[in-house]
């Protein structure tokens, strides 16, 4: 079992920043995969970005890339994203998943991830 934990939501003007964190508790293995979903309101869940638990391996959804960066401190069991030049369209409930036994095919779908967060609320004010 493994405890998912995200903090560090909040509101920001647009061009603001934000760093949210993912704290996991639990076994992970060379496999497992942290990554962060959203969802604003009325849309699907989407892949935002991940990264592997083991190896320096990132991934990144087109809307981000360039703006937001994953990074990890294995010794805190901690995952961060890191969120500049924010835009209203990046408001959203943002959830950290572990995917236990994932590969570099699967990062992007939400249906792989074993494990959630209960989600942060990120909004971005125009």
């Known amino acids: 079992q493994v405890q998912v934990v995200e903090s560090g939501g909040g509101l920001v003007q647009a061009g603001g920043s934000l760093r949210l964190s993912c704290a996991a508790s639990?076994?992970?293995?060379?496999?497992?995969?942290m990554g962060w979903f959203r969802q604003a309101p009325g849309k699907e869940r989407e892949f935002v970005a991940a990264i592997r638990w083991n190896r320096p391996n990132t991934y990144y959804a087109d809307s981000v890339k360039g703006r937001f960066t994953i990074s990890k401190d294995n010794a805190k069991n901690t995952v961060y994203l890191q969120m500049n030049s924010l835009k209203p369209e990046d408001t959203a409930v943002y959830y950290c998943?572990?995917?236990?036994?994932?590969?570099?095919?699967?990062?992007?779908?939400?249906?792989?991830?074993?494990?959630w967060g209960q989600g942060t609320q990120v909004t971005v004010s125009s």
């Open positions: 639990g076994r992970t293995f060379i496999t497992t995969i």
């Open positions: 998943a572990v995917d236990i036994w994932g590969n570099s095919d699967t990062v992007y779908y939400d249906r792989k991830y074993d494990y």
